[in-house]
Each structure stands twice: as structure tokens, then as C-alpha cells.
């Protein structure tokens, strides 16, 4: 996967990038033709926030979502809010993702309605990713530096993939990766959260796990989880709003007392914002996970 994700990153430099004018496809195979940039965003996903922050366009953003803490000084709003609070701060470009279109639709429809532009986007793979920047870029008028992101991303993969590359290949650990506790389900094969855990070394134990509908998280269960105990040698889980959990939580799980990583304490958890979210947090993920994989070579 990483030397795929090298030559797309190389692809991207190399190639002119997208420009004003260019068609837009959202997620939701909405067609946007933007030809000028937009100048008051209202971003309700904090992937967004995040990433038109880093690409220099913090100025043109009106309002954030309300579990949104990156801008404090914003307004705060929701999907569910009466269209006339939305309305209000006059904004030109609205930046959701599929969960909420597909969860408020007449949402959607009012704001069209009223001249507002509304874009549904959420990359589920590192390769969606980079052209998910490029199209938050040509939206806000920083297509240059969003490929200057791109390459940044590029230059962290390869001093990371040089620690990963002193690992020998059978010490490398075999990671169960957990997305959400209660319902014992990890990540899709092809998730960015698995880009981070391979990136960093790791071996996903559950690669035959099955993707739901169109999104990071994959099936698995409890029985597949414990098929697979005396493999664990880490069991990891991202922690957040979408994971509520503990270390203390998954160890007391009935039945994990078997998984190998268990036995030897070698249940961690990691910020979702650093491995699920589609921003250069990421890079961060990845050294994160390779610390937790692999103390003693991040000790050396």
C-alpha cells in the first residue's frame, strides 16, 4: 500500500492541479462548478475546519460546527438548527458530510434553495484524501497550498517509512485495530485508520474484515476477535466520541482475557483525531502508533 501511496503522491506533484472552473463531484454525486472562490464557509465537519485552517483560508470561515473546538471565537451551529440561523451569517459555502445529508435532507434543500452552495465531502482512503484537499483548496481559492500539503504528507511518510524499514520484517507486531468497542468492530482494510496502523509497522490481524456501506468501519465480532487471540500481539483502539472507551474497559471484556495482547498489557488507545480524521494529524498518528508498537526503537 505505501508504495501505491508514494506514487500518488508523486503523481499529484508532478501533474498540474486541478484549477478554478473544474468541476467538483461531492460524495453525494453533487456537481459543483466553482468559478470563484468562496469567501464565507460555514464547515461542519472539524476534519474541514482543520484542514482549510492548515491551507491558510481560517479567514473565510463564518461558523463551525458545535462539537467543533478549534475556533472558539465562531459561532457554532448544527444540521438541526432552523435554516434561518444558517442563513443568517450569510454564507456562500457550506461544507458537510454524508451523514448529514443523508440524515437531513430538507436541510440540504432549504439552503440550495436560497442561493447557498452546499458540498458533502469525507475521503474514506488516503488516496480520496489527497484529492479531497485539492477540492477544499480550488473552494477556497488555495489550490497551491494544498498541494504544498500533499507534499508535506509525502515527506513525512518517507521519514517514518525509514524507522519502520530498521524493523525486521518478523518482529513486526500482528494489531487487532478497534474503531468501536460496544459493537466489536475494527476498520475497513483500506481505511485511513488502517494506512496509519501499516504505516507505522503494524500488521492488521483482522484484514479480512467486511467494510459497512461506504465507510471507514469494517464487521468483525467478538468470535472472529477470539478466532485470533494468540495472535494479538497489540490490541489498539481509537478513543473518541465515535469510542468511548478504556484500556480497563477491553480488558475486562468477557472472553478477552484470552487475546495474547491482554495477557502481556498490551491493550493502547490513540486519539481518533489522529487516525481517523482526514487531515495532516495523520503524520502524528503514524509516530504515535509506531511508539506504542515499537518503544524501543522510538527509544533509540
Given at each position: 500500500?505505501?508504495?501505491?501511496?508514494?506514487?500518488?503522491?508523486?503523481?499529484?506533484?508532478?501533474?498540474?492541479?486541478?484549477?478554478?472552473?473544474?468541476?467538483?463531484v461531492d460524495n453525494d454525486g453533487r456537481v459543483i462548478q466553482p468559478n470563484k472562490s468562496f469567501q464565507r464557509i460555514i464547515s461542519l465537519y472539524a476534519a474541514h475546519t482543520r484542514n482549510l485552517i492548515d491551507m491558510g483560508a481560517k479567514t473565510q470561515i463564518v461558523a463551525i460546527g458545535r462539537s467543533d473546538k478549534q475556533l472558539p471565537e465562531l459561532p457554532t451551529l448544527s444540521f438541526r438548527d432552523d435554516p434561518e440561523r444558517l442563513l443568517a451569517l450569510k454564507p456562500d459555502l457550506v461544507l458537510i458530510r454524508p451523514m448529514l445529508s443523508r440524515s437531513y435532507p430538507h436541510m440540504v434543500e432549504s439552503l440550495e434553495a436560497n442561493g447557498?452552495?452546499?458540498?458533502?465531502?469525507?475521503?474514506?482512503?488516503?488516496?480520496?484524501?489527497?484529492?479531497?484537499?485539492?477540492?477544499l483548496g480550488i473552494l477556497s481559492g488555495h489550490q497551491e497550498e494544498a498541494s504544498h500539503m500533499?507534499?508535506?504528507?509525502?515527506?513525512?511518510?518517507?521519514?517514518?517509512?525509514?524507522?519502520?524499514?530498521r524493523i525486521p520484517a518478523e518482529k513486526r507486531k500482528k494489531v487487532y485495530f478497534e474503531s468501536i468497542h460496544k459493537r466489536m468492530k475494527t476498520f475497513a482494510p483500506e481505511s485511513m485508520a488502517m494506512f496509519v496502523l501499516e504505516s507505522a509497522g503494524g500488521i492488521n490481524v483482522a484484514a479480512d474484515a467486511v467494510q459497512v456501506r461506504k465507510s471507514n468501519i469494517a464487521a468483525y465480532g467478538k468470535e472472529r476477535i477470539l478466532s485470533k487471540a494468540k495472535k494479538i500481539d497489540v490490541f489498539l483502539a481509537q478513543e473518541g466520541r465515535m469510542n468511548k472507551v478504556s484500556t480497563e474497559m477491553i480488558r475486562?471484556?468477557?472472553?478477552?482475557?484470552?487475546?495474547?495482547?491482554?495477557q502481556e498489557n498490551q491493550v493502547f488507545l490513540v486519539d481518533e483525531k489522529l487516525v481517523s480524521r482526514p487531515t495532516l494529524g495523520m503524520l502524528e498518528g503514524i509516530w504515535k502508533v509506531f511508539a506504542l508498537l515499537y518503544p524501543a526503537a522510538e527509544d533509540s
Open positions: 500500500m505505501l508504495k501505491h501511496i508514494f506514487f500518488t503522491i508523486l503523481l499529484s506533484c508532478l501533474l498540474v492541479a486541478p484549477v478554478l472552473g473544474e468541476p467538483i447557498v452552495t452546499v458540498v458533502s465531502l469525507q475521503p474514506t482512503s488516503v488516496d480520496e484524501m489527497f484529492r479531497y484537499w485539492e477540492n500533499i507534499a508535506r504528507f509525502g515527506s513525512g511518510l518517507v521519514e517514518i517509512n525509514r524507522q519502520v524499514e475486562e471484556e468477557p472472553g478477552f482475557q484470552v487475546i495474547k495482547a491482554v
